[in-house]
T-cell receptor
């Protein structure tokens, strides 16, 4: 079945460090791919998305590129801030409009 | 604000009891999803409804049930509650345009259930 695998956390970085959170997926057809962020005590919020191969989603300095050849959608940010501390979820939406989420990666950014 | 409203925000109840969680989707959204988030199991998909009909089922226990009403709001019923059912329950909604639309799912803030 369809699934999403993302790197285990927790991840701890210093402010202004480079961030990569790996995400790979398994799906038939051409899913849409998403990154969601969950801040403490809140629900999940859409961070960025990509709907077809080679699309790049970007928002708030975060980027992820839909790589069909490697079935990946890695999240990157060039310079993280303390306010980026949150849990990040990779997700896919398949052709049946079903969503599958990764287990989440906790990021803590220290000043 | 995602536009998805969940009530109650917090709920404490005893083992063996039954509770109902309510969700109002975003205006215009026809699909409603329920997820359970616990510390040890991450985000687990429970069930999805589309325009009043069950569309997909995930890891939902037989003690749990859900429905979507004609006005599109949804309720998740949890019965014979156990300590292990303590978790954050999310509702989410989306508009189903079609397979290639890149449709987004929007989450409510969740209902915290504590079973004591």
């Amino acid at each position: 079945g369809d699934s999403v695998t993302q790197m285990e956390g927790p991840v701890t970085l210093s402010e202004e460090a480079f961030l990569t959170i790996n995400c790979t997926y398994t799906a038939t057809g051409y899913p849409s791919l998403f990154w969601y962020v969950q801040y403490p005590g809140e629900g999940l919020q859409l961070l960025l998305k990509a709907t077809k191969a080679d699309d790049k989603g970007s928002n708030k300095g975060f980027e992820a590129t839909y790589r069909k050849e490697t079935t990946s959608f890695h999240l990157e940010k060039g310079s993280v801030q303390v306010s980026d501390s949150a849990v990040y979820f990779c997700a896919l939406r398949n052709t049946g409009n079903q969503f599958y989420f990764g287990t989440g990666t906790s990021l803590t950014v220290i000043p | 604000d995602s536009g998805v409203t969940q009530t109650p925000k917090h709920l404490i109840t005893a083992t063996g009891q039954r509770v109902t969680l309510r969700c109002s989707p975003r205006s215009g959204d026809l699909s409603v999803y329920w997820y359970q988030q616990s510390l040890d199991q991450g985000l687990q998909f429970l069930i999805q409804y589309y325009n009043g009909e069950e569309r997909a089922k995930g890891n939902i226990l037989e003690r749990f049930s859900a429905q979507q009403f004609p006005d599109l709001h949804s309720e998740l019923n949890l019965s014979s509650l156990e300590l292990g059912d303590s978790a954050l329950y999310f509702c989410a909604s989306s508009v189903e345009w079609g397979a290639l639309s890149g449709n987004t799912i929007y989450f409510g803030e969740g209902s915290w259930l504590t079973v004591v």
